[in-house]
């Protein structure tokens, strides 16, 4: 069992950076995939990004590669998302999300736990 809760959110004007972090509970943080969803108003679901066990291997989607990273700490079973850059069409609910394991890293279906969320609004 693995609990998530989110945070780092908040209001931020466009080219700015902001952290966010997941904080788990549970003896076997490591041994879980983790990842960085999405979700805007009136929009679905979208991967953002995701780091495997040990944080060997990291996969990002197209809309974020070169400006977020994701990182994890084991020792404090916590994982970030470092975002610079922000862009308006960042604006929205992020997620994160822990899975034992999968085909698809960017399939929300394929993870067995999630946080509550926490919201990002990007300003122009």
């Known amino acids: 069992q693995v609990q998530l809760v989110e945070s780092g959110g908040g209001l931020i004007q466009a080219g700015g950076s902001l952290r966010l972090s997941c904080a788990a509970s549970?003896?076997?943080?490591?041994?879980?995939?983790m990842g960085w969803f999405r979700q805007a108003p009136g929009k679905e679901r979208e991967f953002v990004a995701a780091?495997?066990?040990?944080?060997?291997?990291?996969n990002y989607a197209d809309s974020v590669k070169g400006r977020f990273t994701i990182s994890r700490d084991d020792a404090k079973n916590t994982v970030y998302l470092q975002m610079n850059s922000l862009k308006p069409e960042d604006t929205a609910v992020y997620y994160c999300?822990?899975?034992?394991?999968?085909?698809?890293?960017?399939?929300?279906?394929?993870?067995?736990?999630w946080g509550q969320g926490t919201q990002v609004t990007v300003s122009s």
């Open positions: 999300a822990a899975r034992r394991g999968g085909s698809a890293y960017d399939r929300s279906n394929e993870y067995d736990y």
């Open positions: 780091i495997t066990w040990w944080g060997v291997g990291t």
């Open positions: 549970g003896r076997t943080f490591s041994n879980y995939d």
